[in-house]
T-cell receptor
Framework: ETGVTQSPTHLIKTRGQQVTLRCSSQSGHNTVSWYQQALGQGPQFIFQYYREEENGRGNFPPRFSGLQFPNYSSELNVNALELDDSALYLC??????????FGPGTRLLVL | GQQLNQSPQSMFIQEGEDVSMNCTSSSIFNTWLWYKQEPGEGPVLLIALYKAGELTSNGRLTAQFGITRKDSFLNISASIPSDVGIYFCAGSAYTGANSKLTFGKGITLSVRP
């Protein structure tokens, strides 16, 4: 148990729709990162939030956006869903160290 | 995006055997992490390495941070059936608030009883 929780566990959407995924960080962790994991691949970094501001972004388009709240919980929003957005979405939290602790993920299927 | 190099994609071993996995990169990393992922779950941290040359153990697992900072290995001794899963290496090139992990594609480990 890492203390990082995510909701929902599974989600089915259709192309063009919008989706919001949620993450609750481990207690005391003020940094949260989101990753996309396609089938058979390692996780790919989407972005990172620190003290409610985005402070690092991977190679993902602007339709991937996020929020971090004062209690360090976080959201990932994806607009105009595409078929290739089907993946496992992982959030990870950390404190001042470099070690990131992952939640169980949300599996998104876009039809 | 950039990924670390892990090969082979799959490994099949007999229960009780030792197994070693390598991870290499063309870039330098400040931190190396090894994770295990089982079906339907997120990656679980096995070992974290913070200094070049560091050798760290966690039970039957041992990992080393390469001297060049471009590679790491993970060794599992006396494998058991519950070692089955996908093993990912991950590197972090930044320190402080701005940090991201770069992952390998993972190695799927099967253990024959």
């Amino acid at each position: 148990e890492t203390g990082v929780t995510q909701s929902p566990t599974h989600l089915i959407k259709t192309r063009g729709q919008q989706v919001t995924l949620r993450c609750s960080s481990q207690s005391g962790h003020n940094t949260v990162s989101w990753y996309q994991q396609a089938l058979g691949q390692g996780p790919q970094f989407i972005f990172q939030y620190y003290r409610e501001e985005e402070n690092g972004r991977g190679n993902f388009p602007p339709r991937f956006s996020g929020l971090q709240f004062p209690n360090y919980s976080s959201e990932l929003n994806v607009n105009a869903l595409e078929l290739d957005d089907s993946a496992l979405y992982l959030c990870a939290s950390r404190d001042k160290g470099e070690t990131q602790y992952f939640g169980p993920g949300t599996r998104l299927l876009v039809l | 995006g950039q990924q670390l190099n892990q090969s082979p994609q799959s490994m099949f071993i007999q229960e009780g055997e030792d197994v070693s996995m390598n991870c290499t990169s063309s870039s330098i990393f400040n931190t190396w992490l090894w994770y295990k992922q089982e079906p339907g779950e997120g990656p679980v941290l096995l070992i974290a390495l913070y200094k070049a040359g560091e050798l760290t153990s966690n039970g039957r697992l041992t990992a080393q941070f390469g001297i060049t900072r471009k590679d790491s290995f993970l060794n599992i001794s006396a494998s058991i059936p519950s070692d089955v899963g996908i093993y990912f290496c991950a590197g972090s090139a930044y320190t402080g608030a701005n940090s991201k992990l770069t992952f390998g594609k993972g190695i799927t480990l099967s253990v024959r009883p």
